[in-house]
């Protein structure tokens, strides 16, 4: 069976930067207040007239262009977002039609921030299997649109943004490593969007309780997080038949600063491994890796031939990562 591997990666930030003192004018909190809780300093929130689709499009042509492949030629398109154009049909078709990808199938994969690993990890064995040639994965989000302003715990916390990846066949010897994807439903509860389902169906009600923003209790959230990614990390090495120094660079979710320094002291692993943006953008849920994957290969840290670990945690409760030794 051939190696699958990302063969190309694109993003795309909406212009406008939201920076923490603007929070300040709506809400009681400050700039000191998230920078030492978070590490986030400004996020990026997309014009009124973007959606979910038309950043995921962006990206995608990105990484199109990277890769050195057409539209025509990819055979499958998974969106990875919890912040879709519409409840149906999936963002992903209506990126497919965008693109003029005229061949390939398209749906959305909802694991929230673990969304783009699981998405590869997904992809990968449509490659390994030789079903298919080249698949999209993207991870994409307009959060902003289901925030609540008046929340100073959720708010300050996610951005908008896009990044794609091209998975395709790769030389022998590169590609994906290890993967492990995991759940905890009964944290589900902890991470949610409440209402708009069947579960609580829009009412007067639910919206005048303001259910249909994000809900996070972001204590349990941080808990799960330092508890399982640390532990997921571990095991990926093993599977992967490495030494924990023989990973290049650590590419987590970007959630919280505090999250990623205690999973590198777990790890006992300098800081200077991790790459982190996460003060540039805040947390993009399902386009927090892989657009920390483009910059760091644009930046060019990240080269081919360096052991990438690379993991994602949220909603659900959900983890999922991957080790792959990088092929461009």
């Given at each position: 069976?051939?190696?699958?591997?990302?063969?190309?990666?694109?993003?795309?930030?909406?212009?406008?930067?939201?920076?923490?003192?603007?929070?300040?004018?709506?809400?009681?909190?400050?700039?000191?207040?998230?920078?030492?809780?978070?590490?986030?300093?400004?996020?990026?929130?997309?014009?009124?007239?973007?959606?979910?689709?038309?950043?995921?499009?962006?990206?995608?042509?990105?990484?199109?262009?990277?890769?050195?492949?057409?539209?025509?030629?990819?055979?499958?398109?998974?969106?990875?977002?919890?912040?879709?154009?519409m409840?149906?049909?999936?963002?992903?078709?209506?990126?497919?039609?965008?693109?003029g990808?005229?061949?390939?199938?398209?749906?959305?994969l909802?694991?929230?921030?673990?969304g783009?690993?699981?998405?590869?990890?997904?992809?990968?064995?449509?490659?390994?299997?030789?079903?298919?040639?080249?698949?999209?994965?993207?991870g994409?989000?307009?959060?902003s649109?289901?925030?609540?302003?008046?929340?100073?715990?959720t708010?300050?916390?996610?951005?908008?943004?896009?990044?794609?990846?091209?998975?395709?066949?790769?030389?022998?010897?590169?590609?994906?490593?290890?993967?492990?994807?995991?759940?905890?439903?009964?944290?589900?509860?902890?991470l949610?969007?409440?209402?708009?389902?069947?579960?609580?169906?829009?009412?007067?009600?639910?919206v005048?309780?303001?259910?249909?923003?994000?809900n996070?209790?972001?204590?349990?959230?941080?808990?799960?997080?330092?508890?399982?990614?640390?532990?997921?990390?571990?095991?990926?090495?093993?599977?992967?038949?490495?030494?924990?120094?023989?990973?290049?660079?650590?590419?987590?979710?970007?959630?919280?600063?505090?999250?990623?320094?205690?999973?590198?002291?777990?790890?006992?692993?300098?800081?200077?491994?991790?790459f982190?943006?996460?003060?540039?953008?805040?947390?993009?849920?399902?386009?927090?890796?892989?657009?920390?994957?483009?910059?760091?290969?644009?930046?060019?840290?990240?080269?081919?031939?360096?052991?990438?670990?690379?993991?994602?945690?949220?909603?659900?409760?959900?983890?999922?990562?991957?080790?792959?030794?990088?092929a461009?």
């Amino acid at each position: 069976m051939p190696n699958a591997g990302i063969i190309g990666l694109g993003a795309y930030l909406p212009e406008r930067c939201m920076t923490n003192k603007e929070f300040e004018e709506f809400i009681d909190t400050s700039d000191e207040w998230i920078r030492t809780r978070t590490g986030i300093a400004q996020r990026r929130v997309a014009a009124e007239h973007e959606a979910t689709s038309d950043l995921a499009t962006k990206a995608a042509q990105a990484a199109l262009e990277n890769a050195g492949i057409t539209a025509e030629e990819i055979d499958l398109i998974i969106v990875a977002t919890v912040s879709p154009d519409m409840m149906f049909p999936a963002t992903a078709c209506l990126v497919q039609d965008a693109l003029g990808a005229t061949k390939a199938g398209a749906f959305d994969l909802q694991a929230g921030c673990s969304g783009f690993i699981y998405g590869v990890s997904v992809a990968s064995q449509f490659i390994k299997t030789g079903v298919y040639k080249y698949c999209l994965v993207i991870g994409a989000e307009t959060i902003s649109r289901i925030l609540d302003y008046q929340d100073r715990n959720t708010c300050v916390l996610f951005g908008d943004g896009a990044g794609a990846a091209v998975v395709g066949p790769v030389e022998e010897g590169y590609g994906i490593m290890s993967m492990e994807l995991g759940s905890d439903g009964s944290g589900g509860k902890y991470l949610s969007l409440p209402a708009g389902c069947t579960r609580l169906p829009a009412s007067e009600q639910t919206v005048a309780d303001r259910l249909h923003y994000v809900n996070m209790n972001g204590k349990e959230v941080f808990k799960f997080a330092a508890r399982t990614v640390p532990d997921a990390a571990e095991r990926l090495i093993e599977k992967a038949g490495i030494a924990k120094s023989d990973i290049d660079w650590f590419i987590p979710h970007q959630a919280n600063t505090r999250i990623i320094e205690a999973v590198m002291k777990r790890l006992d692993q300098p800081m200077d491994k991790a790459f982190m943006n996460i003060e540039n953008y805040g947390n993009m849920s399902g386009a927090s890796v892989p657009v920390a994957m483009y910059e760091a290969v644009m930046q060019g840290k990240v080269k081919k031939g360096d052991v990438v670990l690379s993991i994602g945690f949220g909603t659900g409760l959900t983890w999922g990562g991957i080790v792959l030794k990088w092929a461009f």
